[in-house]
């Protein structure tokens, strides 16, 4: 049970991240912004891990790699295309096909994993799918892209495998250790590649982006990160993966909120139907 407020907290704090974030669009790079994010994210850890007398542990070349593969796939490539995907065919949309990646993470689990599928896990993953489609469904999903689906696709896929390795690296690491090791790789290698794709910003878009980063780098990455490898550790990845429906659903409820719109009856509607989903997985 502790496992399922892990991951919905998570939620809680990650949906605040698209309102903010919303605001300063126009100075936002997908890449550069994750990596922003991803060192901030790091600087914040690395007080707390020696305060708790943390020791570095020797890795073995399959560890290491499954830390950065994963690093690299969810909060660095998945965060990004799911961002530029956002851009190109609208959030609505985007939301649906990126998190078809419930089913894809639940199906790596159990082939790679050995994870058992509940009758109540199933009934509660239909239900969330369900409950974000019913959400959105009230928005403008936009124009057909091919880019635009391609990158939510691939958000998908790097978040399923990304789940599934952090699964595998925590035979060799405690929670902490895994998500400030993560966050640590994907900042080194993605801070190269986001000035070679994106550019340096200038002092104007940094002096805009720091605020912002610094929220959602704290509390989406270091906090989030963090609740979303614990949840994995305790309840696996299948019902970790079902509860992060919440998040999508969420951030436009959040985002209406901030705007001082109210939401719509779809949006309480499939928040609902993605609660009910959990709480059936998480009793049942």
């Known amino acids: 049970m502790i496992g399922y407020v892990a991951i919905v907290t998570a939620s809680v704090i990650w949906s605040i991240t698209p309102a903010l974030v919303s605001r300063f ?12 994010r991803t060192i901030i994210a790091t600087l914040t850890l690395v007080p707390i891990a020696f305060l708790n007398n943390f020791n570095y542990i020797p890795l073995s070349s399959y560890a ?4 950065v593969v994963s690093g690299l796939l969810g ?6 295309c799911y961002t530029k995907a956002i851009q190109r065919i609208g959030g609505s949309l985007s939301v649906v096909i990126s998190y078809v990646y419930i089913f894809i993470a639940q199906f790596m689990a159990v082939v790679f994993l050995g994870e058992f599928m509940s009758i109540s896990l199933v009934i509660g993953s239909v239900l969330a799918f369900v409950g974000i489609v019913v959400a959105v469904s009230s928005s403008n999903f936009g124009r057909v892209d091919i880019q635009g689906t391609i990158y939510s696709l691939i958000a998908a896929l790097s978040w399923s495998s990304a789940s599934v390795m952090v699964k595998l ?22 801070s190269p590649i986001a000035i ?18 610094l929220i959602t780098g704290i509390l989406g990455f270091s906090l989030g990160v963090y609740l979303f490898v614990y949840s994995i550790s305790t309840v696996g990845v299948s019902a970790t993966a079902m509860a992060t429906a919440l998040t999508p659903v969420l951030s436009q409820i ?15 509607v499939g928040a609902s139907l ?8 998480a009793i049942l």
């Open 274 to 281: 993605i609660s009910i989903g959990i709480t059936i997985s």
């Open 169 to 190: 690296v925590l035979n060799y690491l405690d929670t902490f250790t895994v998500t400030l090791y993560r966050l640590a790789v994907t900042a080194v290698i993605l």
């Open 25 to 36: 669009s126009q100075y936002i790079k997908p890449f550069m912004f994750t990596a922003l």
């Open 254 to 268: 959040t985002t209406k909120l901030l705007a001082r719109e109210r939401p719509t009856k779809e949006n309480v």
């Open 64 to 67: 290491l790699i499954l830390i």
């Open 75 to 80: 909060p660095g490539i998945g965060d990004a």
């Open 196 to 213: 070679f794709l994106e550019g340096i910003p200038g002092r104007r878009v940094i002096k805009q982006l720091i605020p912002i980063a």
